[in-house]
């Protein structure tokens, strides 16, 4: 069990080291962005909002407070990444090895999550057992 949540907690900090630095690049090489958006044929919006969700869709996964938006998060992680990769590999700008890599490092922590989540819902009953008879109810 520490071995999970030792693993989803480097993934976790790998991922979020990456996706901030994402979003600083955007922030302080604003122009090479704008250009790279504008060669996959991106509208340069997309630059605002991409950044603002990546940093609300992060908070959302270190805090793990509501399972159902966690989920969406890491799917809309997964599209992101994925579309990313297709866009570079479509015009020929790169071939989205950081996306690829990114994909890989989500998916070991939305896995290792997954097991965490499931030994603690397995330990709950035993430290705050129900004594009450199901059966009478």
């Not at 690049?25 to 958006?37: E, G, K, P, Q, R």
């Not at 890599?101 to 009953?125: G, H, M, N």
Request: charged content about 10%.
């Amino acid at each position: 069990m520490k071995s999970n949540k030792l693993i989803f907690r480097i993934c976790l900090f790998i991922f979020a080291t990456a996706i901030i630095g994402s979003v600083v690049n955007s922030i302080i090489n604003y122009d090479t962005v704008v250009a790279t958006f504008q060669s996959l044929g991106y509208p340069v919006y997309l630059i605002h909002l991409l950044g603002v969700a990546q940093i609300i869709g992060l908070i959302l996964i270190v805090f793990n407070r509501d399972q159902f938006l966690v989920e969406w998060v890491y799917a809309g992680f997964f599209m992101n990444f994925i579309l990313g990769c297709f866009a570079h590999l479509a015009v020929n700008s790169g071939n989205g090895a950081s996306a690829v890599v990114c994909i890989v490092i989500l998916l070991v922590t939305y896995v290792q999550s997954k097991k965490a989540r499931a030994f603690k819902d397995e330990i709950e009953p035993i430290r705050n057992p129900n004594f009450t008879n199901e059966a009478q109810a």
